[in-house]
């Protein structure tokens, strides 16, 4: 049997290359208990030996409070319940699948209804399956560790390396099928901000938080609409909102709804003293004109000349569109395009926007007002994150979380996509320690 493993680590280690093993036992590698700390915040390629780290500043302490480890949340008790229980449910449904009996004694609808379970189930049961399976082949490993050969030692702890690294990546893929899909993730969406306490310094922020996201669009390669905007004198923003569209959009931007705090001396400030402005900003869920319709009797529709700057059409066309919804008492207006119609149309989108993001949160309200840390909620009075420009960081409040190169971060590319990760992180692992909670509260 150590014959047949030591064969097998051998021919796992082959593929990498001969250079590449060399390298790998001239290095000294970290120990197991080093090994198995959580992978929070790394990005790691595939390919052992060109395996690079990137790594974030962040409120350790805080953190730590907040989000557990892999092996923390697969060592306990109601997390290995649970993935029994999914595994006993699939082997039920399966069985209910393939016996001859079947249609005998369920009906055509429950029969459906068990092969879109086991369908749905079955990209969850493999990588399970797969979990069990290197588990199981790291305590062979371990056993060739014990070995009297040198040799066979040195390969078995290289194996099992490979095997803790393999372990910890289905565990988090796991952690993420485990999460249910909110259908709102897969929409577009509508982003407003909005100046607040600060004036001029506050309308200047506003701009550049605007451009940030306009960048961030970019960087993904995601459409940007300006729907309207409010600009002042100095080039900065009283209010202003567009339409993002592309692919997980809204699942990748839903983070950044709150009050957004710069502390910074301001360019109109003469005597260099250090002022604190805010701006506000909200993520809106797009809907599609099938999922969410809006009666048209309950609009009001009224046309104007536009106004401000933008050329010859301005004050000599009535090109600007302003839409109440009677019911709720929503106001938007639009005078981005010389034509009226373009004008509606983008004025709709706002308000579909508006509508529907109040549906969510009353249909969502009973659900996350229990919740301990209030990510994702589309709160717009909540101070999420502070950019300081004086110690050149962004430190993100809900999950304490801090970034550095605040110029960078406002191109809105690698740094803020990866702040948003993690708020992902943070998000999914809550409700997914949620659903636990639940589901022993269920079988109690």
């Not at 590698?29 to 390629?45: A, C, D, G, K, W």
């Not at 249609?103 to 797969?130: F, G, H």
């Not at 809106?284 to 309950?298: A, C, G, R, V």
């Not at 191109?411 to 996509?417: C, I, P, S, T, Y």
Request: hydrophobic content about 35%; overall charge neutral.
């Amino acid at each position: 049997m150590l014959n047949a493993m030591a064969h097998r680590i051998a021919l796992n280690l082959l593929p990498r290359g001969k250079d590449c093993v060399n390298n790998m036992l001239r290095f000294n590698f970290p120990s197991s208990t080093n090994v198995l700390q959580p992978l929070q915040f790394h990005e790691r390629s595939h390919n052992y030996c060109s395996r690079t780290t990137r790594t974030l500043h962040t409120g350790a302490q805080l953190m730590l409070a907040k989000l557990l480890s892999l092996d923390e949340l697969f060592t306990r008790r109601s997390m290995q319940d649970h993935l029994k229980k999914i595994e006993s449910e699939y082997t039920e449904c399966l069985n209910v699948v393939n016996s001859s009996v079947t249609e005998k004694q369920w009906s055509q609808d429950k029969l459906q209804a068990k092969r879109t379970k086991v369908s749905q189930m079955t990209p969850l049961i493999q990588v399970i399956q797969e979990l069990d399976l290197k588990q199981k082949e790291m305590e062979e490993t371990e056993m060739l560790m014990k070995d009297e050969d040198s040799a066979l030692r040195e390969l078995a702890e290289l194996e099992r390396d490979r095997y803790l690294q393999d372990i910890q990546d289905l565990r988090k893929k796991i952690s993420n099928l485990l999460v249910p899909v909110d259908k709102v993730d897969l929409s577009d969406l509508v982003v407003e901000v909005t100046a607040g306490v600060g004036g001029q310094e506050a309308m200047l922020f506003t701009a550049e938080v605007f451009d940030m996201y306009q960048g961030f669009a970019q960087h993904n390669g995601w459409s940007f609409d300006i729907l309207e905007q409010t600009t002042t004198e100095l080039g900065g923003l009283r209010h202003a909102s567009a339409c993002i569209s592309g692919p997980q959009s809204y699942m990748r931007m839903k983070f950044e709804g709150g009050v957004h705090r710069v502390q910074r001396v301001p360019k109109t400030e003469k005597n260099s003293r250090m002022h604190t402005s805010t701006m506000t900003v909200a993520v809106l869920p797009q809907p599609t004109e099938i999922s969410f319709t809006i009666n048209p009797k309950d609009l009001k529709i009224v046309t104007m000349r536009a106004s401000g700057a933008g050329g010859q059409h301005v004050n000599t066309t009535d090109s600007a569109v302003r839409i109440v919804h009677l019911p709720s008492g929503i106001a938007v207006e639009c005078q981005q395009e010389r034509s009226q119609l373009k004008n509606k149309e983008k004025a709709m989108k706002s308000l579909r926007a508006k509508l529907y993001s109040i549906k969510l949160e009353e249909e969502t309200s009973k659900r996350n007002n229990q919740r301990k840390i209030q990510i994702g909620t589309r709160g717009r009075s909540e101070k999420i994150r502070t950019y300081n420009f004086a110690q050149d960081r962004i430190t993100d409040h809900r999950i304490g979380m801090t970034v550095h190169d605040i110029k960078t971060f406002l191109q809105g590319e690698d740094l803020l996509d990866e702040m948003n990760s993690a708020l992902k992180e943070f998000s999914n692992q809550e409700m997914l320690m949620e659903m636990l909670e639940e589901n022993n509260h269920r079988d109690s």
